[in-house]
């Protein structure tokens, strides 16, 4: 069965600075992987994602994530924080497998980014 | 484009009262839907998952049902609900043409 690992509750960053949200995975064959961001009482927004390709991934609103399959990592990045960044991340995983298979949820970085 | 509606967007219900939430999607056809639970403003939990019109699958042992009565419909449904039914209540769609899932707005749900 598949499962992701967030290991950080909570990430505090400085506007202005690089940020990093960490995400583990376990899956049986090659995963597809995503990064999601929910505001307070809202649905979920896609990122971005790995299917196949370059380890190094560009999503929306300036995030990126690398994939490292040796360390089974998908850590989301952005080279420079803004405040409007400070909310829930969510990292997920599908196995990249015939037939129907379920995204697996990692229980949420929240993100700080201070002035 | 697709669409994906939830509601109603907040919702106060008595102990032992039903439930009945609702969530479509517009501009695609035979989509995988799913119901997610957020308890506490953190983890998902996947609660159902439907492939199909009438086929559904549960993931967790709970007070709650789902049903999927159209291509593009997917209820969520309490006979009796609890005060441990309150949260978040995410309605989510994927397509075999598309390997992400997308959410609608969620539905606050607080069992009083």
């Known amino acids: 069965a598949q499962s992701v690992a967030q290991p950080e509750d909570q990430v505090n960053v400085a506007e202005g600075n690089p940020l990093t949200v960490k995400c583990t995975y376990s899956v049986s064959g090659n995963p597809y992987l995503f990064w999601y961001v929910q505001y307070p009482n809202r649905g979920l927004q896609f990122l971005l994602k790995?299917?196949?390709?370059?380890?190094l991934v560009k999503g929306s609103y300036g995030f990126e994530a690398e994939f490292n399959k040796s360390q089974t990592s998908f850590h989301l990045k952005k080279p420079s924080a803004l405040v409007s960044d400070s909310a829930l991340y969510f990292c997920?995983?599908?196995?990249?497998?015939?037939?129907?298979?379920?995204?697996?949820f990692g229980t949420g970085t929240r993100l700080l980014v201070s002035p | 484009s697709q669409t994906i509606h939830q509601w109603p967007a907040t919702l106060v219900q008595p102990v032992g009262s039903p439930l009945s939430l609702e969530c479509t999607v517009e501009?695609?056809?035979?989509?995988?839907l799913y119901w997610y639970r957020q308890a506490a403003g953190r983890g998902l939990q996947l609660l159902f998952y439907?492939?199909?019109?009438?086929?559904i699958s549960s993931e967790v042992p709970q007070n709650l049902s789902a049903s999927r009565p159209q291509d593009r419909q997917f209820i969520l449904s309490s006979k009796k609900l609890l005060l441990s039914d309150s949260g978040f209540y995410l309605c989510?769609?994927?397509?075999?043409?598309?390997?992400?899932?997308?959410f609608g707005q969620g539905t606050r749900l607080t069992v009083v």
């Open positions: 989510a769609w994927s397509a075999l043409w598309t390997t992400e899932a997308f």
């Open positions: 790995y299917i196949t390709g370059d380890n």
């Open positions: 997920a995983v599908r196995a990249m497998n015939t037939g129907f298979q379920k995204l697996v």
């Open positions: 501009g695609t056809s035979n989509p995988n």
């Open positions: 439907s492939v199909g019109i009438g086929q």
